[in-house]
C-alpha cells in the first residue's frame, strides 16, 4: 500500500485506553472543521466534524474538542482498539462548507497489544 | 457501490512529458478536488470545482491544470512534470456544501524522473 510519511508525531496507546489527538489550525476565520483518518494504503476517512459555533462534539467512540481563543482541535478516541492504528489529520475549512480545505500535517497513531 | 476512482495507481515518467490522472465518482457529487500528499506536509489542495466548467485553485496549484466537462470527472493534467511533483495525489468528491460526504479515491502514486 502507499505510505502516508516517515516523519510524522506518533501517539502509541496502549489497547482499551484513551487517546487524544491534537491539532493547531491557522486562521481564525475557519468556521468549520473535520478530522480524517487515513489507514495504510488507503485515502482518508471522514471521521466527525465540527462547527465553530460549537465547542464540542460526540460522535460514536470519539469526540473533538475546538477551542477557538487558542485556534486549537482535539480528537479523543475512547478505549482505543487496534483497528484505531492509522494516520490522523484535522482540517480547516475556509469558504463556508465549500471545497477549500488546510490540512494539518496528521499524527500516527499506534495501538499496543 | 459508492466510490471515487484513480488511474492510473502508479506511475512512473520522465521529466516534461505530459500525463494525465483520471478521476471518477459515481455519487453524483458537484464537488471534487485534487489533493497532493507529502511526507510531513499533510495533504495540499491543489484544485478544485463546486461544478461542472467552474474550477479552481488550491494552496499548490503551480505546474497543474485541471477540467470539469462532466460532473463525474476530474482529471488532473501535468503538461510537463517535473521531479518536485513526485507526490501521491488524492481525488475527492462531496455534495455540495455537505463536506462530510467527502469521499476519497485510492490515490496514484506519481514519480517523475
Known amino acids: 500500500g502507499e505510505s502516508v510519511g516517515l516523519h510524522l508525531p506518533t501517539l502509541s496507546v496502549q489497547e482499551g485506553d484513551n487517546s487524544i489527538i491534537n491539532c493547531a489550525y491557522s486562521n481564525s476565520a475557519s468556521d468549520y472543521f473535520i478530522w480524517y483518518k487515513q489507514e495504510s494504503g488507503k485515502g482518508p476517512q471522514f471521521i466527525i466534524d465540527i462547527r465553530s459555533n460549537m465547542d464540542k462534539r460526540q460522535g460514536q467512540r470519539v469526540t473533538v474538542l475546538l477551542n477557538k481563543t487558542v485556534k486549537h482541535l482535539s480528537l479523543q478516541i475512547a478505549a482505543t482498539q487496534p483497528g484505531d492504528s492509522a494516520v490522523y489529520f484535522c482540517a480547516e475549512n475556509r469558504d463556508n462548507y465549500g471545497q477549500n480545505f488546510v490540512f494539518g500535517p496528521g499524527t500516527r497513531l499506534s495501538v499496543l497489544p | 457501490e459508492a466510490q471515487v476512482t484513480q488511474n492510473p495507481r502508479y506511475l512512473i515518467t520522465v521529466t516534461g512529458k505530459k500525463l494525465t490522472v483520471t478521476c471518477s465518482q459515481n455519487?453524483?457529487?458537484?464537488?471534487m478536488s485534487w489533493y497532493r500528499q507529502d511526507p510531513g506536509l499533510g495533504l495540499r489542495q491543489i484544485y478544485y470545482?463546486?461544478?461542472?466548467?467552474?474550477?479552481d485553485k488550491g494552496d499548490v496549484p503551480e505546474g497543474y491544470k485541471v477540467s470539469r466537462k462532466e460532473k463525474r470527472n476530474f482529471p488532473l493534467i501535468l503538461e510537463s512534470p517535473s521531479p518536485n511533483q513526485t507526490s501521491l495525489y488524492f481525488c475527492?468528491?462531496?455534495?455540495?456544501?455537505?463536506?462530510?460526504?467527502?469521499?476519497f479515491g485510492p490515490g496514484t502514486r506519481l514519480t517523475v524522473l
Open positions: 455519487m453524483n457529487h458537484e464537488y
Open positions: 470545482s463546486m461544478n461542472v466548467e467552474v474550477t
Open positions: 475527492a468528491s462531496s455534495l455540495a456544501g455537505v463536506p462530510d460526504t467527502q469521499y
